[in-house]
């Protein structure tokens, strides 16, 4: 199995799937809020730091993230303390 990206590689790559995502969400979407939004964060994420885990279980474990102020921090957390090391 692939290595774990380190949790500052993770927040920032969930930092930018969010930018991203607003731009398509404004853009592609024109406004309308993308339900589907885990799949996107998670194409996004493997896309940048490889395939350390399965698309559909990062999805999964975005979606079920806890919200917080810093999500993409917190998120990050969230999925690293899910994943086996």
Do not use: C
Request: charged share 25%; proline share 7%.
């Amino acid at each position: 199995m692939p290595q774990l990206p380190e949790i500052n590689e993770l927040e920032k790559a969930l930092t930018e799937a969010g930018s991203a995502h607003h731009e398509f969400e404004k853009v592609v979407l024109e406004g309308v809020r993308d339900e589907l939004w885990p799949g996107f964060y998670a194409a996004y994420v493997l896309g940048k730091l490889g395939n350390f885990t399965r698309p559909s279980v990062l999805s999964g474990l975005l979606e079920s993230a806890p919200d917080s102020e810093i999500w993409s921090k917190s998120a990050a957390e969230f999925v690293l303390s899910k994943l086996p090391k």
